[in-house]
Structures are given as structure tokens and as C-alpha cells.
């Protein structure tokens, strides 16, 4: 396995494979990977002949006052676990070697705009920016986004849509702990109190999945998930919002595939989760 830190050696390197006609496929993370990652690079291992993981803690997609400093890292737990997962290059920049100040920027504006993108309204210009940067410097066939993250995986759909990018964008299901709560680097964070109360997102989208399923409306169903999270003392709702699956816009009634999302804080730490049903 190559580590790789300048986009001038990993480019190198993917052309000369390229040129043999050998496939890539890139999983884009800011590593502290967990299992929800592992799933992602086995299915880029499945996919293809050359599998890429960027490890990068993307500094553009952070608000002034979130968890950048603070986020977890590990680069030589997260070396290990590509390596025995058969991923054939890291790449592994600092932030001077991906941006140089002033630098452009790419967003897609509309569908960012609404749940994270409400709280958070830098986060999704800096990650559109990194993955766009990471899809010039790779330049896969394919690319692998976890659907935990499902703002950002509809954000990069529309945007290699809209920009053109030859890029085969693979969504894969959430990856949760046996007791339900997704798998999340984030998920360190949490004390033992607050880990037990992280619980109340999994039980609100349990709860919301089988309503949903039962054709109860959109406010009933959103009102009974808020009801379970409220529940509990230590977590307070950032959102719990019902939009069309491809616009990231709100809706009131379920006609179309509909995305339920939830943000949630447990004391400090902001958790998301969410559902897909399929008209
Ligand atoms: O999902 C993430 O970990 C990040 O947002 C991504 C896609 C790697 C961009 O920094």
C-alpha cells in the first residue's frame, strides 16, 4: 500500500495505473475510520482494480466554532485498517498541500441550504470544494459516500450532475452498533451517560420508518420523533425534518421519496441520522 501526501505523487502514480486500463475507485473520509468506513472500502475493493482512501480532515467544511481542532485522528490505526482491507493508495495531505489562500470554491447551493446546511452554513461549499479537489487529483471511475451522511451524498450527486464530472457516485447503507446508534467518528465523544442516551436518534428513526410505512402524514410522523428525542434529558434537537429525497426541500405530505433527518446534540456532541422511504 502507498501513503501518499502531495496530489503531485498520487497523481503520478493513479496515471501510470489508468494507462494500464485498470479502474479506480476513491473513498473520500477524514479518517478516525470505523466500521461505516470498512464497509465503504470493501465495496470499492468489490468494484474495482485500484482502490484509493483520502484520509483528510477537511478544514474548509468546518464553522468557526465546531470541532476541528478537536476531531478525532489516528493515521496509523487508520493505515492499518486500509491495509488489511486490500486499499492500494492513502492519500494523506496536510491542509497547505490542498489549499493555498485565497482559493476557489464550489457549491451547490439550493439543496445546502436546508437541515445541516441551516445550522451549519459553510460546511457543505467546504466539502463540495474538497471533493471536487479529490475528484480532479484521483480522477476515479467510481466514488463511495455512506448514506448516514445523506445531505452531502444528494449534494454530491446533484453537483457531479451539474459540473460533469465522469464520476459513478455509489451511496451505501448506514452502518449502526448492535444496539442501533450509527456508527460515527463523532461517537468518541460521548460519555458512557450520554452514549446510552444517544440511543433516542435510532429509536426515533425505528419509530418514523414504521409509521411512515403505515401512511400516517408527515407532521404526525415528525411530531411523534421529536416526542422520543424530547424524551430524553440529555439530548436536544437541532432538527427533525421530512424533505423530498432529490431537492433537500421540505414537504408536507409523502407523494415522493422522502428523506427523514435528523441533528441531535448529546450535551456537546451534534449526531445525525436518518431514513429513505420509497414511494
Ligand atoms: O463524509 C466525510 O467524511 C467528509 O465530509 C468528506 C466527504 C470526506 C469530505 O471531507
Not at 470505523?34 to 477537511?58: P, Y
Not at 457543505?124 to 470544494?129: A, D, L, R
Not at 421529536?226 to 409523502?254: C, F, H, N, W
Request: proline content about 5%; charged content about 25%; aromatic content about 8%.
Amino acid at each position: 500500500m502507498y501513503v501518499t501526501t502531495t496530489v503531485e505523487e498520487t497523481r503520478q502514480l493513479i496515471k501510470g495505473w489508468k494507462k494500464e486500463g485498470k479502474t479506480v475507485g476513491l473513498v473520500p473520509t477524514m479518517g478516525f475510520l470505523h466500521e461505516g468506513h470498512a464497509s465503504l472500502i470493501r465495496r470499492c475493493r468489490q468494484e474495482n482494480d485500484i482502490v484509493v482512501v483520502s484520509d483528510f480532515v477537511n478544514p474548509t467544511q468546518f464553522g468557526p466554532n465546531e470541532d476541528l481542532e478537536a476531531y478525532p485522528r489516528d493515521f496509523k490505526r487508520d493505515s492499518d485498517l486500509c491495509e488489511s482491507l486490500g486499499t492500494d493508495v492513502i492519500f494523506h495531505p496536510e491542509p497547505k498541500d490542498m489549499y493555498c489562500d485565497p482559493h476557489a470554491y464550489v457549491s451547490i447551493d439550493t439543496l445546502s441550504e436546508t437541515l445541516c446546511g441551516k445550522t451549519r452554513p459553510i460546511h457543505f461549499k467546504g466539502v463540495c470544494t474538497v471533493v471536487s479537489k479529490l475528484f480532479n487529483i484521483v480522477a476515479p471511475d467510481r466514488a463511495y459516500f455512506g448514506q448516514k451522511d445523506a445531505q452531502q451524498l444528494a449534494i454530491i450527486r446533484k453537483m457531479v450532475q451539474d459540473l460533469n464530472f465522469d464520476i459513478e457516485i455509489v451511496g451505501c447503507p448506514i452502518i449502526r452498533e448492535e444496539d442501533g446508534l450509527a456508527k460515527s467518528s463523532r461517537n468518541t465523544y460521548l460519555n458512557p451517560e450520554e452514549r446510552k442516551a444517544a440511543l433516542c436518534l435510532s429509536k426515533a428513526v425505528k419509530a418514523g420508518q414504521e409509521m411512515i410505512s403505515t401512511g400516517m402524514e408527515a407532521e404526525e410522523v415528525l411530531a411523534k420523533m421529536r416526542a422520543i428525542i424530547g424524551a430524553e434529558p440529555l439530548a436536544r434537537i437541532d432538527y427533525v425534518s421530512m424533505v423530498d429525497a432529490l431537492t433537500m426541500q421540505p414537504v408536507d405530505k409523502v407523494e415522493k421519496d422522502v428523506l427523514t433527518a435528523m441533528a441531535v446534540y448529546i450535551g456537546k456532541t451534534r449526531l445525525i441520522d436518518n431514513f429513505i422511504y420509497e414511494v
